[in-house]
């Protein structure tokens, strides 16, 4: 079987779903990753844990999406400046949205929206560039809006 290309991201998995962060180079995908992760060690998301930096498989299944990360990648993050780091990883995870930062049309007070990723409809949660994507986040993780929550609740 043929691998699947890679796509330019990070993933996360945050409870039972991943979330796909995209970006352009410098965008603070990596940043965010980071902070997500620490965010389920400080208490406030259930769990969450690395599932690439940089490069992703993305493999549609049965009506969802899968991600996993490049054998060479695996477990690998670049903190800026450090340098690579190892962290623990998932080699596999169910997408459950996706965050795009830098996004041009990012919009104050948005309306859900969807994207679709390689044929799968997933919700989208666009950050304007100059932001710090993580309260936002956190917050569209976490909170309840006329969306159902993305999360589960501790």
């Given at each position: 079987?043929?691998?699947?290309?890679?796509?330019?991201?990070?993933?996360?998995?945050?409870?039972?779903?991943?979330?796909?962060?995209?970006?352009?180079?410098?965008?603070?995908?990596?940043?965010?990753a980071?902070?997500?992760?620490?965010a389920?060690?400080s208490?406030?998301?259930?769990?969450?844990?690395?599932?690439?930096?940089d490069?992703?498989?993305l493999?549609?299944?049965?009506?969802?999406?899968?991600?996993r990360?490049?054998?060479?990648?695996?477990?690998?993050?670049e903190?800026?400046?450090?340098?690579?780091?190892?962290?623990?990883?998932?080699?596999?995870?169910?997408?459950?949205?996706?965050?795009?930062?830098?996004?041009?049309?990012?919009?104050?007070?948005?309306?859900?929206t969807?994207?679709?990723?390689?044929?799968?409809?997933?919700?989208?949660?666009?950050?304007?560039?100059?932001?710090?994507?993580?309260?936002?986040?956190?917050?569209?993780?976490?909170?309840?809006?006329?969306?159902?929550?993305?999360?589960?609740?501790?």
């Amino acid at each position: 079987m043929t691998e699947r290309p890679t796509v330019h991201a990070s993933a996360v998995l945050v409870g039972a779903r991943a979330f796909l962060i995209r970006g352009p180079a410098g965008s603070g995908k990596s940043q965010l990753a980071l902070k997500l992760i620490a965010a389920a060690q400080s208490g406030l998301l259930p769990f969450a844990r690395l599932v690439a930096d940089d490069r992703i498989r993305l493999e549609p299944c049965h009506g969802r999406l899968l991600a996993r990360g490049p054998d060479t990648l695996a477990g690998l993050i670049e903190v800026r400046g450090l340098g690579i780091r190892e962290l623990p990883y998932e080699s596999l995870a169910v997408v459950g949205g996706v965050i795009d930062l830098a996004a041009a049309d990012a919009e104050r007070l948005p309306k859900r929206t969807d994207v679709e990723v390689v044929g799968i409809a997933l919700p989208q949660f666009k950050v304007a560039a100059g932001h710090d994507p993580y309260p936002s986040v956190l917050a569209w993780l976490t909170t309840k809006s006329a969306d159902q929550k993305l999360v589960a609740e501790k």
